[in-house]
């Protein structure tokens, strides 16, 4: 079965986070996707005690470790579930260390992907959109959205935003879209106090995410 669009687009996320893609069969260890264990990197899982995300209480050293897994912290994962269905809810793990990679899935699924009407994008934006989402946010990824396409910027994705995407993109192209949506992102993230730190690697990501949304089916 050929994965959906949103299935390419998580495992995109994984490839940065975890450097395996868990739709290449190459990264199982069954010799097939699905089957047997994953092979990424540290099983996904960060445990440095000196990350403030990483504790249930925002702070180094307050609460529980957490850790970040599949490239969600311990910082988010609490708001995160909440969008979770009642159904699923009651199966997620207490602490995020804990947390499957198939839990992983439904929980970008919920928390990300319908947020930002992922079904409703163009598969290129879909990922650039998802991407931000999971990275800084539903709502932060739905204003790049808004300003790049000139729609009201309130930080929902919802009928009207949609409809300004189509026109944007009938208007301009959806390359000149995605090129807009990247440059809101690098702007925000240039002017963090933590840009001089992290910001080869956040130039990496930003930079790859492009070339990844163009092997997208169009």
């Not at 910082?75 to 579930?81: L, M, N, R």
């Not at 598969?123 to 932060?140: W, Y």
């Not at 204003?143 to 309130?154: E, P, S």
Request: hydrophobic fraction near 45%; glycine fraction near 10%; charge should be negative.
């Amino acid at each position: 079965m050929n994965p959906t669009i949103f299935e390419r687009c998580f495992a995109d996320l994984m490839i940065h986070e975890v450097s395996a893609d868990p739709l290449d069969l190459r990264y199982w260890s069954g010799g097939a996707i699905g089957v047997g264990q994953f092979l990424a990197f540290a099983d996904g899982i960060d445990l440095s005690n000196d990350d403030s995300g990483n504790w249930t209480g925002g702070k180094v050293g307050v609460g529980q470790l957490g850790g970040t897994r599949w490239g969600i912290d311990t910082a988010s994962y609490g708001d995160a579930i909440t969008h979770l269905p009642p159904v699923l809810k009651t199966r997620y793990p207490v602490l995020v260390r804990d947390l499957t990679l198939d839990q992983a899935r439904d929980l970008t699924l919920w928390a990300y992907w319908k947020p930002i009407r992922g079904d409703d994008l163009p598969s290129r934006l879909a990922l650039l959109v998802l991407d931000a989402a999971f990275n800084n946010g539903a709502c932060t990824s739905a204003r790049w959205l808004q300003t790049a396409v000139g729609a009201v910027v309130d930080g929902v994705c919802g009928d009207k935003t949609i409809a300004s995407v189509q026109k944007a993109i009938a208007r301009n192209g959806q390359d000149a879209v995605a090129s807009e949506i990247l440059a809101e992102r690098i702007d925000f993230m240039a002017r963090l106090p933590t840009w001089r730190i992290d910001g080869f690697g956040w130039s990496r990501r930003l930079a790859r995410i492009a070339f990844q949304a163009c092997a997208l089916p169009a």
